[in-house]
């Protein structure tokens, strides 16, 4: 038996028996966590600048959340959503109406991966528009299920031998410089004006707007590098959705709930969207999302054509309405907001070192949702930022050496770039910890070149 194995023993079982197609930061069993740190089976004791992929917001196994769902478990797992309601359920929408990021946003379905409630969303945008097609961003992630990765442009990985994909999905550029052929330096004026002249060029040359049910977008671009979407951007497809009767899409799995510093990204721009998709954070651990309409939308649904047998959870929703206590009750959104700061600061601060500066193209991001882009030498010849004289795959080398170090930390797109996610409420000491790990990786593999 596995279990009665050694931790070496377990790992080697772990690489025979789990599935190829999983990639991993480490070959490790993590053992336990609490709150910014992760145990691993070797002794280890992890600073989690990940959390999950952008999930344990709170803290691995922050007590309040894991005495909910611990609760809940001795009074009801399964009120299956399609039998009747639950008040874990409901209680949860009570918390997030409040916070929504328009009063329009009042009617909800719940889920349990980010994927699904993609793919609920697409499939409310056909039925409430009666149009098959829909156009999303260069760059974005959506899902790995058949509807979501169809509407992913971040990396072929996803989709790649997996064709035929779903039919009627049009992309158009995400304003960011990379993608764009741009420089660093371009204004954001610009970006949004070539991103926006492309897009009617794609409602003119591949989609008609009669044809066209959406526009998928998300508030911070996240696997495509962590780039946040410019208000005159979003005030430009609403404007695009509004004329033509589109719906506007906003994909919030990644950067909503708290991450940015709002409870939405959306907040930023004051953008309305008319469908809003949430996960992650949402639960701290816990699988559980949710698409988000107006009821005046969501009315037109048949009964029945959404649905699924563990949608809404109720021991999920339950460490979701913690979750949303906890956020109120001990001011995270104020901590995000500081340290964010201090974040932005120390990385200013490794860009300052001169034998560093000509590695670093970018530092971005808002809230404790933000990124570092290094420059490459095998960039294609035609991208305006080749850099011959800049050392080899940076992200992931600077990401292995601060796991060496202590720290777990994400690359993220097809660029080099590393992605900071930490918990929203990370202690200035840890956020420092980080920094100073960070700017050591950097220092050390850039002298290795
Ligand atoms: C923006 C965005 N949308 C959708 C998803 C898919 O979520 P899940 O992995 O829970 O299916 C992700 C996951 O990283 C994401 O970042």
């Known amino acids: 038996m596995a279990t009665s194995q050694n931790s070496q023993d377990l790992v080697d079982f772990g690489q025979k028996h789990v599935t190829k197609g999983l990639a ?63 008040r874990p359920y409901l209680q949860l929408i009570e ?3 409040p916070v ?49 990765m169809g509407m992913t442009r971040s990396k072929t990985i996803y989709s790649e031998g997996s064709a035929p994909l779903m039919p009627g999905v ?46 998928l977008i998300e508030t911070v671009l996240g696997e495509g590098g962590y780039i946040p979407a410019p208000t005159s951007f979003l005030q430009g497809l609403r404007q695009v959705c509004d004329k033509h009767g589109m719906l506007l899409i906003l994909d919030e799995v990644q950067c909503g709930f708290g991450r940015t510093g709002k409870y939405f990204a959306a907040e930023y721009s004051g953008v309305k969207p008319d469908i809003m998709i949430i996960a992650k954070g949402l639960a701290n651990g816990f699988p559980l999302s949710g698409v988000i309409s107006r009821k005046e939308l969501t009315d037109k649904l048949k009964p029945g054509s959404m649905g699924g047998t563990y949608a809404g ?13 906890v956020m109120r009750e001990e001011k995270v959104l104020a901590n995000t907001e500081a340290r964010s700061k201090e974040l932005f600061q120390a990385l200013h601060n490794v860009r300052e070192n001169p034998a560093i500066r000509p590695h670093i193209l970018d530092v971005r991001g808002v809230g404790l949702m933000v990124a570092v882009e290094f420059s490459s030498p ?20 600077v990401a292995k050496r601060c796991l060496e170090k202590g720290l777990l930390i994400l690359t993220t797109s097809v660029y080099e ?17 980080g920094c100073k790990i960070f700017g050591e990786a950097v220092e050390e593999v850039v002298k290795e070149g």
């Open 24 to 86: 991993r930061l480490t070959e490790a069993i993590i053992t336990s966590g609490e709150g910014s740190y992760v145990n691993l089976h070797d002794g280890r004791r992890m600073l989690d600048f990940t959390c999950g992929i952008g999930v344990t917001n709170l803290g691995h196994c922050h007590p309040k959340v894991s005495k909910a769902a611990a609760d809940q478990c001795m009074s009801l797992v399964h009120g299956q959503c399609s039998i009747a309601f639950h």
């Open 95 to 97: 918390k997030l109406l």
């Open 100 to 148: 929504m990021p328009d009063p329009s946003l009042d009617s909800f379905f719940f889920w349990n991966s980010g994927t699904e409630a993609v793919e609920a969303a697409l499939k409310m945008a056909r039925q409430l528009t009666g149009r098959q097609n829909i156009i999303v961003m260069q760059g974005g992630y959506h899902g790995r299920t058949y509807g979501a």
């Open 170 to 215: 049009f992309m158009t550029p995400f304003p960011y410089w990379h993608q764009l052929s741009m420089l660093p330096s371009t204004s954001e004026e610009e970006l949004v004006k070539l991103s926006l002249y492309q897009l009617d060029l794609v409602l003119s040359q591949q989609t008609a707007p009669r044809d066209t049910s959406a526009i």
């Open 313 to 325: 959870n109720a021991v999920a929703c339950a460490a979701g309405v913690a979750c949303a206590d």
């Open 378 to 397: 095998t960039a294609s010849p035609h991208d305006p930022v080749h850099s011959p004289s800049s050392p080899k795959n940076l992200a992931s080398r």
């Open 417 to 433: 770039v590393i992605r900071f996610i930490p918990p929203l409420n990370i202690s200035k000491e840890d956020m420092a910890k």
